[in-house]
């Protein structure tokens, strides 16, 4: 089974609870407005991988994460790939996180869904809604959002502890990417 996927980051600590490998899947029809990753809309961007090839990835960092998240682009519009990922990380006693901009209450009744959350700690529903942003709880920029929460590994407490941030790289070639949630154009505009 292949998946196709944007980026990935192998440890990042601002994508939800802790270290975590972190995976933009390609691919999204809902083009929210104002979203920050609209370059992820393209169903036929970014990179093929096959499954077993990221799942091996993922191994490689498995002593050095607490888990993995999924974000996007949509990570539901191919959500056979991220069930069998997220099924074989569980049992390395990986935590899984989910986005999706798909609403838990249109979702609960399909039945693929209902495969995926059995290996989901936490999921996180809502587009992006930019007359509703709020940086004010983690890892999400608008107040529709919510989290759900499937297994005890984590609970509602976590929305207090963490705070959103975000993460600046600078590679070898001096390209700047950004990561996290909070005002992106507030961070470029203090690099300057
Ligand atoms: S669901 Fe996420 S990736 Fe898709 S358009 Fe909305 S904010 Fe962007």
């Known amino acids: 089974m292949d998946i196709r996927i944007n980026s990935y ?3 990042t600590t601002v994508e939800g609870p802790g270290k975590r490998f972190s995976i933009w899947v390609q691919g999204c029809s809902l083009h929210c407005k104002g979203c920050a990753n609209s370059a992820m809309w393209n169903k036929d961007g970014g990179t093929i991988y096959k499954v077993e090839e990221l799942i091996d990835l993922i191994t490689s960092y498995k002593d050095k994460i607490e888990g993995i998240t999924f974000l996007g682009g949509e990570p539901l519009e191919q959500i056979e790939a991220v069930t069998e990922i997220s099924k074989t990380v569980q049992t390395f006693g990986l935590s899984v996180l989910v986005f999706t901009g798909y609403e838990y209450s249109a979702l609960k009744n399909r039945q693929d869904f209902q ?16 007359d509703k942003q709020d940086f004010s709880r983690p890892w999400i920029g608008s107040s529709n959002q919510n989290y759900y929460f499937f297994t005890d590994r984590y609970d509602e407490s976590i929305i207090s502890k963490y705070k959103n ?7 070898k070639n001096n390209k700047i990417s950004l990561n996290g949630m909070g005002n992106f154009k507030e961070v470029l505009k203090t690099m300057r």
């Open 165 to 171: 941030k975000i993460e600046v790289r600078i590679d």
């Open 9 to 11: 980051i192998p440890i």
């Open 115 to 130: 495969e995926l959350i059995r290996y989901v700690d936490i999921l996180i529903d809502g587009r992006y809604e930019e």
